[in-house]
């Protein structure tokens, strides 16, 4: 108890002498008490006044340094020096105006912009997985040149799962397609169906509730479903009353078993509403598809101490075994992949979010550099108030800790002022943002983020505020009109200089991206896509079961379509160039040849894409044929197989150009026609279109006519191209009356084409404006840096302007002279920026389109554009010198 009151007590006293006037008056007092004393005493000795007010000074020696040492030894000294601090930070910061709004803009530019890239990069780069040591969870599967994205077959799956030993657990899950909640209050969802212990492989348990019982992920086994947290709330309220409540999914019944973590994602990330087990049988896996059963996505979790290298090495067997399974023709271009989860949901936003962190620090660099060159600028006009502080006693720790108090607090400052910003700029990324950039949408200003603005802002002050406090002060700033050394002056210039060189390296990953994006936006797709819209009406099995079913309704609605004012083609495909994505369907080289010629080595690669289309296709999309006519509706009726091939793949099989009336068979495994290989007619050579996205190759490609004597080729996700001069809203509301007297529960989801192909440029379009901005921001600051710097040397030179005019330099010899300094750092900066860039940019190489890395184009427009600016820059300050008036400087001297 005693303690605790002594405690009390002392800190009672602290923060009473703190806050106390008293005790800083009584000490003064007393040191002024003192001095009388000695004074009094040389005056009894015999001296003057004056003298002896001056050997006791002498004899007492610094009042400040006295003072100080009195208070260091008072109790709450540190609080009441650095109040004192805080106070005289203020109030220069308060005299010296235009000093601390720049270096607060300055700050809060340089924090913002880096604190809002930073949320936008920290859940791709940095944080972890949300699933229990997630580091050991992998994407197990196939690639091949059609699909670089691994993917894997039940009959694969079954056999790796059972025969493996270097994962701990191996689970899949069958992709998360749309599904309808028929019961009350029907709503359209994202349900996937999984293997049984799909959440405990990835560490994950429900919140309330339970997982899949074994006996329920068996054929016919009893429905059960998860439901997601988003779900769980909308619905129930997130009531618990919710769990063995009975639902209907497509109009089957399910029963709710358990609900999700909040933070559940799907290893792929695809949205997801329910969870379903998969109910695979497995007997069926090793029969259907030719033996090598459906598609899925697996996953595994690495047993402790096993690396992805040493799984891939312990799989390599297992893998020979089942390669056996593919068709012979296909067999060298399938490869086995193992990679980390992260590494398969993040792909190239990797690189993209290392180039837009790279380019946020460099703004942050910038800004430092800027902020050190004004708190440089700032130290040379206080080098004589420093001088006469240290002369009257006060320490260097005392100098220095009144330098980094007011760097902190101009830091503290420009960190708060920062995260306002960074919260305007990450609202403005994400509502500028394309979908499919990973976690963009969940970024949010977080205490993690925070922390690391103010780390950022600790750090800024370290390095700018205290660096011009650590030089010694000098006694011939006492005599100095204007105190300033060479030193301070020959830091201000390389630290602009520097600002030059990375606004370089900037402006040139800048002008690389506008560069690539004009050529993605001038890109010849091949194809019209203005008045053209794309419908797809996505159905429900529990309506149309069997394909002929789906096949009845499509022909129906098409020709509903057809009866539409203003429609002038209709066409129907199973998919939509240019989508980006190639697994369509398609067919290896080797995998046909031509009736009659000679068949083509099996081992021949190269991709050849298949697009399943009815005769209007070439027609809605103005597709050019080069030769014959297309397809013709008495073909789509006649028993026969008809495919036109596109320019590449012509040229490649019939060099001579006849292609036209030939016939080519297929020798190769084929879904859903005759293993013997049926044998199509080529009617037409189509002009090659964009088919892989806009960066993608151009691979050939045929075009099958969509026969209405196949309809186990049909499926529900079919697309609908119209072509018409009508205004899309109206077409939509027509089509959509059309199709609710065909089925009123099919959803119609009407686009124009220009719309969907834009979209396919929204990411390069995101990346270029990002990397833009920065290096707008970046630039800005330098040139202001350079504005600030030429200025001061002006304002220094003054008075050696007016001798050199006075002594007759005209006023063409001090522009040339100014100049002459600011284009000197512009010039020393560009050329390392140059240097920089040249390397740097070697690692945008995979996020250009058709613009090489070094491209010089690019590089002579940074010269331009930094040459311009820079220059503007420079002049304004130098025709200042100009007008100098000599008689003026000359009486300053």
């Not at 420009?414 to 509502?431: K, N, P, Q, T, Y």
């Not at 001579?656 to 495994?669: E, P, R, S, T």
């Not at 279109?689 to 499926?715: C, F, I, M, R």
């Not at 554009?865 to 000599?886: Q, W």
Request: hydrophobic share 50%; glycine share 8%.
């Amino acid at each position: 108890m005693n303690r605790l009151l002594g405690t009390i007590r002392s800190f009672w006293t602290r923060v009473r002498f703190l806050f106390s006037r008293r005790a800083t008056d009584e000490m003064d007092e007393e040191l002024q008490f003192h001095i009388e004393r000695q004074v009094e005493a040389n005056v009894a000795a015999g001296m003057s006044p004056a003298e002896a007010r001056r050997q006791a000074l002498i004899a007492f020696g610094g009042v400040e340094s006295a003072r100080e040492g009195c208070n260091e030894a008072r109790p709450g000294w540190f609080l009441d020096t650095l109040w004192q601090d805080v106070r005289y930070a203020l109030r220069g910061f308060r005299r010296n105006l235009i000093f601390t709004i720049t270096a607060l803009a300055t700050l809060m530019l340089g924090i913002g912009a880096t604190t809002a890239v930073f949320s936008v990069v920290d859940r791709i780069l940095f944080r972890s997985l949300p699933y229990a040591h997630g580091d050991r969870l992998v994407s197990v599967g196939l690639v091949q040149p059609l699909e670089k994205q691994e993917f894997t077959l039940g009959g694969f799956y079954f056999e790796w799962r059972d025969n493996q030993k270097p994962f701990a657990s191996m689970t899949f899950e069958r992709g998360a397609g749309e599904c309808n909640l028929t019961a009350q209050n029907p709503v359209r969802l994202h349900c996937a169906d999984v293997a049984g212990n799909f959440l405990p492989t990835l560490g994950v348990a429900p919140v309330i509730g339970r997982n899949f019982l074994p006996a329920e992920d068996v054929p016919n086994g009893p429905q059960a479903a998860l439901i997601s947290d988003a779900l769980w709330l909308a619905r129930y309220n997130r009531s618990r009353e919710a769990l063995n409540q009975e639902i209907e999914i497509d109009g089957k019944p399910v029963r709710i078993i358990g609900v999700l973590p909040a933070d559940f994602e799907m290893p792929r990330l695809q949205a997801v509403d329910i969870l379903l087990p998969a109910q695979m049988d497995i007997a069926a896996q090793h029969t259907l598809n030719d033996g090598i059963g459906l598609p899925m996505w697996a996953f595994a979790r690495l047993k402790p101490g096993v690396s992805i290298a040493q799984a891939r090495e312990e799989m390599a067997p297992i893998y020979r075994h089942t390669q056996m399974w593919i068709p012979a023709q296909f067999r060298q271009q399938f490869q086995l992949q193992i990679r980390s989860i992260r590494d398969r949901q993040m792909q190239d936003a990797y690189r993209a979010a290392w180039v837009l962190l790279g380019a946020a620090l460099a703004v942050m660099l910038i800004a430092c550099a800027n902020v050190a060159s004004l708190f440089s600028a700032r130290g040379a006009a206080r080098e004589r108030e420093l001088a006469v502080r240290a002369a009257l006693g006060a320490s260097r720790f005392r100098i220095i800790r009144q330098a980094l108090t007011e760097a902190l607090l101009l830091a503290v400052a420009g960190a708060a002022a920062g995260c306002v910003l960074a919260e305007i700029l990450l609202r403005v990324f994400i509502s500028i943002s394309p979908s499919g950039v990973p976690f963009l949408a969940d970024a949010q200003l977080d205490l993690r983020i925070i922390g690391f603005a103010v780390l950022l802002a600790l750090a800024c002050a370290a390095i700018c505020g205290v660096a011009p406090a650590l030089e010694r002060p000098r006694s011939i700033a006492f005599s100095a009109r204007t105190a300033n050394s060479g030193a301070h002056t020959r830091l201000r210039g390389f630290l602009v200089a520097a600002q030059i060189a990375v606004s370089v390296v900037l402006l040139s990953g800048a002008s690389l991206f506008v560069r690539s994006f004009r050529n993605l936006q001038r890109e010849d797709l091949g194809m019209q896509t203005k008045n053209v819209l794309t419908v797809r009406i996505p159905l429900v099995d529990s309506r149309y079961p069997g394909d002929r079913a789906y096949m009845d309704f499509y022909l129906r609605a098409e020709a509903a379509m057809r009866q539409l004012p203003g429609v002038q083609a209709v066409s129907i495909s199973d998919s939509l160039p240019p989508d980006g994505n190639s697994w369509h369907g398609g067919s290896r080289l080797g995998d046909f040849f031509v009736v009659g010629r000679p068949p083509i080595p099996p081992e021949t690669g190269g991709a050849v894409m298949r697009r399943l289309v009815t005769p209007d296709y070439f027609r809605a999309l103005n597709i050019s044929m080069l030769e014959g006519q297309g397809f013709t509706e008495g073909e789509r009726g006649a028993n026969g197989d008809f495919m036109i091939l596109s320019r590449r793949l012509a040229e490649w099989l019939f060099p001579k150009g006849d292609a036209v009336g030939q016939h080519i068979q297929f020798a190769n495994y084929r879904p859903y026609f005759s293993v013997d290989g049926p044998v199509f007619t080529v009617v037409g050579v189509a002009a090659d279109v964009k088919n892989a996205g806009l960066t993608g190759q151009d691979d050939p490609e045929y075009y099958e006519l969509w026969s209405n004597h196949h309809p186990e080729s049909w499926s529900r996700h079919c697309v609908f191209l119209i072509e018409t001069n009508l205004p899309p809203s109206v077409v939509a509301t027509w089509l959509r009356m059309q199709i609710a007297k065909l089925d009123p529960t099919a959803p119609v989801a009407v686009e124009p084409l220009t719309q969907t192909v834009a979209r396919l440029a929204d990411r390069p379009r995101f990346e270029m404006a990002l990397v833009s901005f920065f290096a707008a921001a970046g630039l800005l600051l330098a040139v202001v840096g350079l504005y600030g710097v030429v200025a001061f040397l002006v304002a220094q030179r003054t008075q050696e302007i007016g001798v050199r005019m006075a002594l007759g330099a005209t006023r063409a010899n001090i522009l040339q002279l100014v100049l002459a300094k600011g284009m000197g750092l512009v010039l020393a900066g560009g050329f390392v920026g140059l240097g920089v860039a040249f390397v740097v940019s070697r690692l945008l190489r995979s996020l250009l389109f058709e613009v090489s890395a070094h491209d010089p184009a690019s590089f002579l427009t940074v010269v331009v554009v930094l040459s311009a600016v820079a220059l503007a820059a420079t002049l304004i300050p130098a025709l200042a010198a100009t007008k100098v008036n000599p008689n003026v400087a000359l009486r300053c001297e």
